[in-house]
């Protein structure tokens, strides 16, 4: 039982005319971007992970192929905390964050894979135990910025099943238009990907408390502010969500203990994999923090967040992406039904990739 061979996959996805776009750098963007990572033992297991990548796709590509790859190979893969640990300490120089992170994240993600394969079992299974096969998920909408475009948008989501939508505006006028598309039924969010300072990120929770957001996500720059989130979720009356930039569980845990967070937003494929995020569920569970999981993946790192979710003892959302790609390797498992997902039933994360997907859209 050893790693024989560790191949990542960089993939492009096209979207669908007339899908909500991803956008970066004030361009629009046709792709979906998808680092999946191919693990196969030397008796013939295969495990899928993916490393998180969005537009900057190439260095975890490197990160995995020229160093992760070659210190893993001819590894024992059974015990998946040592091996992710002896890694983390091999190249912590290299920086604790960011593409070698995400290179490690997908190769733990994999090795979990094939842990419940080898054991005939789910990974919701290997860590405890699923609670529940649907979970209920919200529609993730991009940034628009015209607030027609908001409502349009929100109001599709909420027609096709959402009982929650979040936003990733940074306006007053947006999350109203919001509002008043989709009524007072439909659960709001606000993502703000840490734009503002403290006074900033306050004087705007005034303007859209009257919304009744269920979280103003990420509202301070620099996210290492801690102290400054928790002045925010003091004196904002809305509830504060943030995590996925958290490079470890213990930056997780500092900003729990900092009183900075209502929910907490570990994302599995930046934060070392699936371990790493459970401990920050365990952590959260015992601060009673509730744990809302990032994660705007369409790949194996989207099935593992199900996996990992359906193991918690308390409810959570889903967050999905309102993309709507031509196709996808792990097509129906990432499909929401009504605002929901049904969790995988097979062994390991219960879904293999389309090979002919994977040849078709290889970047």
């Not at 015992?286 to 593992?304: D, T």
């Amino acid at each position: 039982m050893t790693i024989k061979t560790i191949t990542v996959l960089p993939l492009a996805l096209p979207l669908l005319p007339g899908s909500s776009r991803p956008a970066f750098a004030g361009k629009s963007l046709d792709v979906a971007r998808m680092n999946l990572v191919r693990v196969e033992t030397t008796d013939g297991l295969v495990g899928w992970g993916e490393a998180f990548s969005h537009v900057a796709w190439q260095p975890a590509v490197v990160a995995l192929r020229e160093v992760v790859a070659p210190l893993a190979e001819g590894r024992d893969e059974t015990d998946i905390a040592a091996l992710s640990l002896d890694l983390q300490r091999t190249l912590h120089l290299f920086g604790r964050s960011g593409a070698m992170l995400y290179a490690l994240s997908g190769l733990e993600i994999a090795l979990w894979d094939i842990a419940g394969k080898r054991a005939g079992q789910s990974v919701a299974a290997l860590l405890g135990g699923a609670r529940r096969s649907l979970q209920p998920a919200y529609a993730s909408l991009p940034r628009y910025g015209d607030p027609a475009e908001v409502a349009r948008n929100a109001a599709a989501a909420a027609g096709r099943g959402y009982a929650s939508v979040k936003l990733h505006e940074v306006g007053a006028e947006q999350v109203a238009a919001a509002r008043a598309a989709v009524g007072p039924e439909v659960t709001l969010m606000m993502d703000t990907n840490c734009p503002w300072t403290v006074d900033q990120a306050l004087a705007m929770a005034e303007q859209v408390r009257p919304q009744r957001l269920l979280w103003l996500e990420e509202p301070v720059w620099p996210p290492e502010d801690a102290a400054g989130l928790a002045r925010v979720r003091a004196g904002a009356g809305i509830a504060i969500a943030a995590g996925e930039n958290a490079a470890s569980p213990e930056e997780c845990i500092a900003m729990m203990d900092a009183g900075a967070v209502d929910y907490i937003q570990p994302s599995v494929t930046k934060i070392g994999g699936i371990g790493a995020w459970m401990r920050v569920a365990r952590e959260a569970s015992a601060r009673g923090v509730s744990v809302m999981p990032h994660c705007p993946y369409f790949g194996a790192g989207f099935l593992a967040t199900l996996h990992m979710v359906a193991a918690l003892p308390g409810e959570s959302l889903i967050e999905h992406m309102y993309y709507d790609l031509a196709t996808s390797p792990f097509a129906a498992a990432i499909q929401p039904q009504r605002g929901s997902f049904v969790l995988p039933k097979g062994p390991g994360l219960g879904c293999e990739p389309d090979p002919e997907v994977l040849h078709r859209y290889a970047a």
